[in-house]
């Protein structure tokens, strides 16, 4: 099945110690996104690339970058992560220009513990 | 701007009962909307969606009408069962406002307990 897949499920760092995560699809979407998602709340886009043109949210820390060597796969790399960057990263994907509807398809999170 | 506001949780319910879970927005252009689904531990799932006014969108028991002159999406169930219990997420994408890249914007989430 065509689908977004997130590796690691789980992941423990050290505080300040960079840390990867990976995010591919087998859906041939155009659009990628990440999210930070913490307890209780909604999800909370961090950027997203729309084919290989990067978009940053306004508010979204230095500390976070994005790569996306190729259509299938984007990292979101912390690189000096802090206690409050605990958190569910939710990758997601969409195909944007030729759908109204835009609707996103997520994988199943990596789950990131900051120690 | 745009925004999504939905009925705070949590709501608890037993086997069976009557789901509402309310969904209003606001949008500049004509979004399309959506209800997202979260179990425990998991990522999103697309639950259903409408993309015009008056669409009715449904899944697996759910509905929601997209109602432009009260700006609603309402999601409602008829029977719900245990397997229901999650994190359930209205959301909108307006492509008149930075969703011509697909952003969606959210409300803040309903957690749904079933019991049985």
């Known amino acids: 099945d065509a689908m977004v897949i997130q590796n690691p499920r789980y992941q423990v760092t050290q505080f300040g110690k960079p840390v990867t995560l990976s995010c591919s699809q087998t859906l041939n979407h155009n659009v990628m996104y990440w999210y930070q998602q913490k307890s209780s709340q909604a999800p909370k886009l961090l950027f997203h690339y729309y084919d290989k043109d990067f978009n940053n949210e306004a508010d979204t820390p230095d500390n976070f970058q994005s790569r996306r060597p190729n259509t299938s796969f984007c990292f979101l790399d912390i690189r000096s992560p802090g206690l409050g960057d605990a958190a569910m990263y939710l990758c997601?994907?969409?195909?944007?220009?030729?759908?109204?509807?835009?609707?996103?398809?997520f994988g199943p999170g990596t789950r990131l513990t900051v120690t | 701007g745009n925004s999504v506001t939905q009925m705070e949780g949590p709501v608890t319910l037993s086997e069976e009962a009557f789901l509402t879970i309310n969904c209003t927005y606001t949008a500049t252009g004509y979004p399309s909307l959506f209800w997202y689904v979260q179990y425990p531990g998991e990522g999103l799932q697309l639950l259903l969606k409408a993309t015009k006014a008056d669409d009715k969108g449904s899944n697996k028991g759910f509905e929601a009408t997209y109602r432009k002159e009260t700006t609603s999406f309402h999601l409602e169930k008829g029977s719900v069962q245990v397997s229901d219990s999650a994190v359930y997420f209205c959301a909108l994408s307006d492509p008149y406002y930075g969703g011509s890249q697909g952003n969606l914007i959210f409300g803040k989430g309903t957690k749904l307990s079933v019991k049985p």
């Open positions: 997601a994907t969409s195909r944007v220009g030729d759908t109204a509807s835009h609707e996103q398809y």
